[in-house]
Every structure is written in structure tokens, then in C-alpha cells.
């Protein structure tokens, strides 16, 4: 395909075009089968990578790590409180020094500021590994596991149903815009997404050919839907919130009953974990045959492997 991303960050989809979104999904693919072949190319031999967590994490944590060692390189945890970063330190000085001891550096934490100004003064490549705006590598995995369940990703009709403008919205909304995937959001009016993004994504899917529809009727937004997919009613940092929450969005719970609404027996069941059983999924769904959360997990190590393989990798 002739893409070269070699040095670039991933800070958010909106950086990637289609043919770059897709080159990584395939290289992804293309890992996970030498993977499950025994097959280990090493492409970060001698590499030695940061990995800044401000926030907890199982897969984002877990998919790094062992990405880097199946490639050869050197992963190093650095949580909250074993480095200065924006305390004592100033988020640009701790750029600059990382910079000179890491070859690339993954963020996970609150501010996509803080993931912006290290991808701007460390001099390496910077994965964002979750911001309270953006979960781009979530997207890669999510897209990745439409490929293998439906064989495409152009022309399926996705429908996010929660709150409609948290991280994972957000970034869906993006990566859907840039690869024709025809978008929807099911949320309380008061939940809907920034209007300043909803309009940047319909300039993409001007491009791409995808459409973005927002309702506040979660039965009427997933008809023919392909995919259904949730999150927590309350993002890290929002727990408080979660009471008040709860009654804004049980009508927006995915049951057995909403997943009768699409009319089709096809849809699939996505969610970026953890899930809160019994409130936004039930666990009917969340076990059932039509879930695919645990291969979307996955995949999770696949892409993020396949992000920096391409971005640092010999």
C-alpha cells in the first residue's frame, strides 16, 4: 500500500487518513496470525519504551507490554507517582528527558494536552493510551474485530448507545467519519457529543462516504444496526456522577430487548471494557452470542503491537 509511518505519534484518528487506518489494521491482522503461528519477528529489538500510567488499566496496560516483548523491546511501567510528571516537573521538561532515554512513549491519563506536548517535545514517537478526549488504539481493535466478523468495515451501520460524549464517542465517532462506517449515537439529549466535532466528522465522511445520525430514541437508532455498542454510564474520574447518571440513561440499557429492535439476527455486541453489568449491558447480552467483547479485548494487543511495529519498528 506504500504507507510509511515510520516516526509518526498516534495521538488521535484524526491524524490518520483511511488508507493509514487500514494499513494498521491489516499489519494487526497480520501479527496476531504469526502470533498465534509462533512466529516473532522482533521488529523493536533494542528498544526500549516508557509507559506513563496516571490511570489504571488492564488491557491498555497489559497490550503494551506484551507487545513490546514479543517484539524485543523493553517495556517500562512508569505510574503516577515514580515520575514528576506535570508535579514537580513541568509535562515539557519530562518530555525532553524521556526523550533522551526511551525510543517511543505511551500516555494514558487525563489530558490530551498533556499526550500533545509530549508527542511535541520528547523527539520520539507518543501512543495515546487513553485521554479523557480520545482512545484512538480502542478504535484500531474495534475495527479490527469488524474486519474479522464481517469481512469489511466500509458500509456497516455502528450505533454507540450511552453517553454521547465521553472518550469512547468521541473517538469511534472519528474513526468511523475517516473509514465509511455509518454512525449513529443514542443518547439523552443533554449527553450528546460536541457539535464542534460532530461537524469536523461530517467533513470527513463527506470524504469517506459514511453518514452521522444522532438520536435520543435508542430503539429507532439501532435498526439494521451491525453493531451495538456501550460503555460504563460513568468514565474514570466521574464515579460520583454515576448515581445521577444511572437515571438519565437506564432507558439507554443494551438488553435483550433493544437487540430485538434492529430486525436482524447478524448484530454484534461491542464494549471497551470493564463493564458494569446490570447497567449499561445486561448480562444476558454481555454473554450471549452476540457478543464479541472478549475477541475485541484481544485484539487490543494486536493493534496497539501493530501501532508501534509501524511507527518505531526495523
Not at 505510574?79 to 500516555?107: C, P, S, W, Y
Not at 484500531?140 to 450511552?162: C, N, P, Q, S
Not at 464542534?196 to 439501532?222: R, T
Given at each position: 500500500?506504500?504507507?510509511?509511518?515510520?516516526?509518526?505519534?498516534?495521538l488521535?484518528?484524526?491524524?490518520?487518513?483511511?488508507?493509514?487506518?487500514?494499513?494498521?489494521?491489516?499489519?494487526?491482522i497480520?501479527?496476531?496470525?504469526?502470533?498465534?503461528?509462533?512466529?516473532f519477528?522482533?521488529?523493536?529489538?533494542?528498544?526500549?519504551?516508557?509507559?506513563?500510567?496516571?490511570?489504571?488499566?488492564?488491557r491498555?496496560r497489559?497490550?503494551?507490554?506484551?507487545?513490546c516483548?514479543d517484539?524485543g523491546?523493553?517495556?517500562e511501567?512508569?505510574?503516577k507517582?515514580?515520575?514528576?510528571?506535570?508535579?514537580?516537573e513541568?509535562?515539557?521538561d519530562?518530555?525532553?528527558v524521556?526523550?533522551?532515554?526511551?525510543?517511543?512513549?505511551e500516555?494514558r491519563?487525563f489530558?490530551q494536552?498533556?499526550?500533545?506536548?509530549l508527542?511535541?517535545?520528547s523527539?520520539v514517537?507518543?501512543?495515546?493510551?487513553?485521554?479523557d478526549?480520545?482512545?484512538?488504539?480502542?478504535?484500531?481493535?474495534?475495527?479490527?474485530?469488524?474486519?474479522?466478523?464481517?469481512g469489511?468495515?466500509?458500509?456497516?451501520?455502528?450505533?454507540?448507545i450511552g453517553?454521547?460524549?465521553?472518550?469512547?464517542?468521541?473517538?469511534?465517532?472519528?474513526?468511523?467519519?475517516?473509514?465509511?462506517?455509518?454512525f449513529?449515537?443514542a443518547?439523552?439529549?443533554?449527553?450528546?457529543?460536541?457539535e464542534?466535532?460532530?461537524?469536523?466528522c461530517?467533513?470527513y465522511?463527506?470524504?469517506?462516504?459514511?453518514?452521522i445520525?444522532?438520536?435520543?430514541?435508542?430503539k429507532?437508532?439501532?435498526k439494521?444496526?451491525?453493531v451495538?455498542?456501550t460503555?460504563?454510564?460513568?468514565?474514570?474520574?466521574?464515579?460520583?456522577?454515576?448515581?445521577?447518571?444511572?437515571?438519565?440513561?437506564?432507558p439507554?440499557?443494551?438488553?435483550?430487548?433493544?437487540?430485538?429492535?434492529t430486525?436482524?439476527?447478524?448484530?454484534?455486541?461491542?464494549?471497551?471494557?470493564?463493564?458494569?453489568?446490570g447497567?449499561?449491558v445486561?448480562?444476558?447480552?454481555?454473554?450471549?452470542?452476540?457478543?464479541?467483547v472478549?475477541?475485541?479485548?484481544?485484539?487490543?494487543?494486536?493493534?496497539?503491537?501493530?501501532?508501534?511495529?509501524?511507527?518505531?519498528?526495523?
Amino acid at each position: 500500500m506504500g504507507v510509511n509511518l515510520k516516526g509518526r505519534s498516534f495521538l488521535t484518528l484524526k491524524d490518520y487518513s483511511k488508507e493509514e487506518i487500514e494499513y494498521l489494521i491489516d499489519l494487526a491482522i497480520d501479527l496476531k496470525d504469526k502470533k498465534k503461528k509462533g512466529i516473532f519477528e522482533r521488529h523493536l529489538e533494542h528498544k526500549n519504551v516508557a509507559l506513563i500510567f496516571e490511570k489504571p488499566s488492564t488491557r491498555t496496560r497489559c497490550s503494551f507490554t506484551i507487545g513490546c516483548i514479543d517484539e524485543g523491546a523493553h517495556p517500562e511501567y512508569l505510574g503516577k507517582n515514580d515520575i514528576q510528571l506535570g508535579h514537580k516537573e513541568t509535562v515539557e521538561d519530562t518530555a525532553r528527558v524521556l526523550g533522551r532515554m526511551f525510543d517511543g512513549i505511551e500516555f494514558r491519563g487525563f489530558s490530551q494536552d498533556t499526550v500533545e506536548k509530549l508527542a511535541k517535545y520528547s523527539g520520539v514517537p507518543v501512543w495515546n493510551g487513553l485521554t479523557d478526549e480520545d482512545h484512538p488504539t480502542q478504535v484500531l481493535a474495534d475495527f479490527m474485530t469488524m474486519k474479522e466478523k464481517f469481512g469489511r468495515i466500509a458500509g456497516l451501520r455502528f450505533v454507540f448507545i450511552g453517553d454521547g460524549r465521553n472518550n469512547m464517542a468521541n473517538a469511534l465517532m472519528i474513526g468511523s467519519a475517516k473509514m465509511g462506517v455509518d454512525f449513529v449515537i443514542a443518547a439523552p439529549k443533554e449527553l450528546w457529543p460536541d457539535e464542534k466535532l460532530v461537524e469536523l466528522c461530517k467533513e470527513y465522511a463527506k470524504e469517506s462516504g459514511a453518514k452521522i445520525e444522532i438520536f435520543d430514541d435508542p430503539k429507532a437508532a439501532v435498526k439494521d444496526a451491525d453493531v451495538i455498542y456501550t460503555d460504563v454510564w460513568a468514565s474514570m474520574g466521574e464515579e460520583a456522577k454515576l448515581a445521577e447518571r444511572a437515571a438519565v440513561l437506564r432507558p439507554y440499557q443494551v438488553n435483550e430487548e433493544l437487540f430485538a429492535a434492529t430486525g436482524k439476527d447478524s448484530t454484534v455486541f461491542m464494549h471497551c471494557l470493564p463493564a458494569v453489568r446490570g447497567y449499561e449491558v445486561t448480562n444476558e447480552v454481555i454473554e450471549g452470542p452476540m457478543s464479541v467483547v472478549f475477541d475485541e479485548a484481544e485484539n487490543r494487543m494486536h493493534t496497539i503491537k501493530a501501532v508501534m511495529v509501524a511507527t518505531l519498528g526495523d
